[in-house]
């Protein structure tokens, strides 16, 4: 994010197919970590309409990066060497940007029609050793694996927006996909500085699959008059918010024990809804068998041999680091109070 506009950081030719606000976004984060890259546009456009693409295409890239220096998290003087390493292409230019790359994100409209389509144009034109990607949000890995002519080499890497700040990229592998590439592509994406996950072909991914359901709770929530949603979005930012940006949701269960998620899940099973709140049989098996967490040596996770004292203080301190990142945490008073 330092390098100078005149260096360039060693890596993969990369391509992203798609000229919309994905492909602009995965471009930007790209060519901040010094990549250059080809942001391609496979749809026959007249010239004007290209000249409008074209120049839009780099507007946006170019206040996205402008934003960032306004805030100070770059320098005004180094957005036009990173706007410099994208290159938009028209779609007659396609192959030749395709065969030269080693990692091909696409990024069409979320329909099955347009990424068989998409990938037509990919297969014809990518080298055999080329990783093969689709950004998708909705459709299945295995799905869209049927489109590609070497799936070993493909697999889905969601990127959450904005792609050139949220740091989790999601890589959904299907059983075809060669475990040599899995381990390139995380690799690739921990060179630009992104923090890959890995699952396998569920929908939704990770992150928009738990997303949904706080999103969609706190909906029923202002519906049913439970609270408004300034009290909700206080509640998340400073509570579920600030917890969960110490410690993972899982590592969050067995901090506290699964059996108080057991309980209390039970209780709002029967006073909110049966099937929403109802506990998952992974809880109740580890309820029977005395797997409860940190208080017990081990849950989700193993703790056995591990300094549990020291990884209290750790999770305290993680804690309190979000909570003077906020703005919240007090000092102690220096006077009793009558």
Request: with cysteine.
């Amino acid at each position: 994010m330092t390098a100078s506009d005149s260096a360039r950081v060693p890596g993969p030719r990369v391509v992203s197919v798609g000229a919309g606000r994905m492909g602009r976004g995965i471009a930007i984060a790209f060519a901040y970590a010094g990549h250059r890259v080809s942001l391609v546009d496979l749809r026959e456009r007249s010239d004007e309409a290209w000249r409008k693409l074209h120049e839009e295409a780099l507007a946006e890239v170019e206040s996205s990066l402008g934003g960032l220096a306004s805030l100070g998290v770059l320098a005004r003087d180094q957005v036009a060497g990173i706007v410099a390493r994208i290159d938009v292409v028209r779609a007659v230019d396609a192959p030749r940007a395709l065969s030269a790359a080693e990692l091909v994100f696409e990024g069409v409209p979320e329909t099955l029609q347009a990424k068989r389509e998409a990938f037509e144009h990919i297969n014809a034109h990518c080298r055999d050793d080329a990783i093969l990607t689709s950004t998708t949000s909705s459709i299945l890995v295995t799905q869209i694996a049927e489109f590609v002519k070497r799936p070993e080499r493909f697999l889905n890497i969601h990127w959450l927006n904005p792609a050139y700040v949220i740091p989790v990229v999601e890589l959904s592998y299907h059983a075809g996909t060669d475990p040599a590439v899995l381990a390139r592509a995380k690799a690739l994406m921990e060179e630009i500085g992104k923090l890959p996950v890995v699952c396998g072909p569920t929908p939704g991914y990770i992150v928009p699959r738990l997303q949904a359901l706080v999103m969609n709770e706190a909906a029923r929530m202002i519906e049913e008059g439970a609270a408004t949603a300034e009290e909700i979005d206080k509640a998340t930012r400073f509570g579920l918010g600030l917890r969960f940006a110490a410690l993972g949701v899982v590592e969050f269960i067995d901090f506290g024990g699964s059996d108080i998620l057991h309980h209390a899940s039970r209780e709002m099973s029967a006073s909110i809804d049966a099937n929403r709140y109802k506990a998952p049989a992974i809880l109740d098996k580890m309820m029977s068998e005395g797997r409860l967490g940190l208080k017990t040596g081990s849950g989700f996770y193993d703790y056995a041999g591990r300094d549990v004292g020291a990884y209290r203080s750790d999770v305290l301190l993680r804690t309190l680091g979000m909570l003077k990142h906020a703005g919240l945490w007090r000092p102690p008073a220096t006077a009793t109070q009558d």
